[in-house]
């Protein structure tokens, strides 16, 4: 069964701050996603990555940036946090890019930035 | 410009009844459709997809319907269960090297 964990299921940091989102998936996954919720505005895509090392802009990267230093981990960074950034982050990956190979997500972060 | 679109934000329904869960999409070239499930405090699941080459989809007690004229899918859920009230999402898949798009959501919420 795939597994996709994030490192924390509550954030709470001050505006200015750097902050790291961990992802783990553990079923050898090609491609890693994050999104952010947000009520009203459904789930919106920040960045995305096909491959170590490679990323590619979402909808929304602005304000982010992602590392994939490993297959199995991809992690969201916001260099300078801000009250805008409060929301949920779901990480999810998927085998390839077929249709019929479905995005699997984790838990989600809820992070709040004061 | 949205590609994806649930027009309704919420949805009420009775158990037992049936639930009904529409999306709209603009763009032709999406040649799969799927629909995700969201608890509260949980990541989104996947719950049944169609190839836009079928009409209809069924699974259990959820049927996926595609009008491709219309540009037009829906989830029906029968019969409803508090259980599923949930957060639904659309989603649609382009073809190559692109994510899927996602719809905002639509929250059920059955009624016992």
């Known amino acids: 069964d795939v597994k996709v964990t994030q490192s924390s299921r509550y954030l709470v940091k001050r505006t200015g701050e750097k902050v790291f989102l961990e992802c783990v998936q553990d079923m050898d996954h090609e491609n890693m996603f994050w999104y952010r919720q947000d009520p009203g505005l459904g789930l919106r895509l920040i960045y995305f990555?096909?491959?170590?090392?490679?990323?590619e802009k979402g909808d929304i990267p602005e304000g982010y940036s992602v590392s994939r230093e490993k297959k199995e981990r991809f992690s969201l960074i916001l260099e300078s946090a801000s009250t805008n950034q409060t929301s949920m982050y779901l990480c999810?990956?998927?085998?390839?890019?077929?249709?019929?190979?479905?995005?699997?997500f984790g838990p989600g972060t809820r992070l709040t930035v004061l | 410009d949205q590609q994806v679109k649930q027009n309704s934000p919420s949805l009420s329904v009775q158990e037992g009844r049936i639930s009904i869960l529409n999306c709209d999409y603009t763009?032709?070239?999406?040649?799969?459709f799927l629909w995700y499930k969201k608890y509260p405090a949980e990541g989104p699941t996947f719950l049944i997809s169609i190839s836009s080459i079928k009409d209809k989809n069924e699974d259990g007690r959820f049927t996926v319907f595609l009008n491709k004229s219309a540009k037009h899918l829906s989830l029906h859920i029968v019969p409803s269960q508090p259980g599923d009230s949930a957060v639904y999402f659309c989603?649609?898949?382009?073809?190559?090297?692109?994510?899927?798009?996602f719809g905002k959501g639509t929250r059920l919420s059955v009624i016992a």
């Open positions: 763009n032709s070239m999406f040649d799969y």
């Open positions: 990555s096909y491959d170590v090392k490679m990323k």
């Open positions: 999810a990956s998927s085998l390839t890019t077929g249709p019929t190979d479905t995005q699997y």
């Open positions: 989603a649609a898949f382009l073809s190559g090297n692109t994510p899927l798009v």
